[in-house]
T-cell receptor, first 115, second 116 residues
Framework: DSGVTQTPKHLITATGQRVTLRCSPR?????VYWYQQSLDQGLQFLIH???????AKGNILERFSAQQFPDLHSELNLSSLELGDSALYFC??????????????FGPGTRLTVL | AQSVTQLGSHVSVSEGALVLLRCNYS??????LFWYVQYPNQGLQLLLK??????LVKGINGFEAEFKKSETSFHLTKPSAHMSDAAEYFC??????????????FGQGTTLQVKP
């Protein structure tokens, strides 16, 4: 158990719908990262927040948005869902922002299926 | 831009045999390099990392990796495979030039099969 919590574990929805994925980082961690894992794209970085501030953005679609709240939990919002959005979405947290000193701890993921 | 290439999407070894998983990177700045393991239906777990200093790094579960700048490689090895090593392994790179983010760029992954 990494200490990172993600809810829900599974989500099945239809095309065109909107969903929210939630991540609670380990106690004391200020950084939250979101990654998408799919069969065709592999593991891709989506976005990084540090203490409520967006620090880096990857190839995140405009239909996707995220935020980190004052209590440090984060939400990833996916809208106008398409079949190709079906994937495993991971959240990772770390104490600080840089990779040199801060190990990222990964949650168990949310498996999204779009029908 | 940084990128990672893992040679071989599937590697099969016998129990007790040497494990060698290959990783090559591309980076315009000195990289930070990582190996993660993913067991079925679980998140990723850090095996080891290279940031600076000694180029041979040791990790958990008997794994080690060597950073070779001249070859732009960071191959993962373990002298003797165990059945419990069967999993998917990911090599990743992060930008040492940025202290603002530790975002990871992952390779496509290598599935390790261990035969009895």
């Amino acid at each position: 158990d990494s200490g990172v919590t993600q809810t829900p574990k599974h989500l099945i929805t239809a095309t065109g719908q909107r969903v929210t994925l939630r991540c609670s980082p380990r106690s004391g961690d200020l950084s939250v990262y979101w990654y998408q894992q799919s069969l065709d794209q592999g593991l891709q970085f989506l976005i990084h927040y540090y203490n409520g501030e967006e620090r880096a953005k990857g190839n995140i679609l405009e239909r996707f948005s995220a935020q980190q709240f004052p209590d440090l939990h984060s939400e990833l919002n996916l809208s106008s869902l398409e079949l190709g959005d079906s994937a495993l979405y991971f959240c990772a947290s770390s104490v600080g922002a840089s990779a040199r000193y801060n190990e990222q701890f990964f949650g168990p993921g949310t498996r999204l299926t779009v029908l | 831009a940084q990128s990672v290439t893992q040679l071989g999407s599937h590697v099969s070894v016998s129990e007790g045999a040497l494990v060698l998983l290959r990783c090559n990177y591309s980076s315009s700045v000195p990289p930070y390099l990582f190996w993660y393991v993913q067991y079925p239906n679980q998140g990723l777990q850090l095996l080891l990392k290279y940031t600076t200093g000694a180029t041979l790094v040791k990790g958990i579960n008997g794994f080690e990796a060597e950073f070779k700048k001249s070859e732009t490689s960071f191959h993962l090895t373990k002298p003797s495979a165990h059945m419990s090593d069967a999993a998917e392994y990911f090599c990743a790179v992060s930008d040492s030039g940025s202290s603002n983010t530790g975002k990871l760029i992952f390779g496509q992954g290598t599935t390790l099969q261990v035969k009895p």
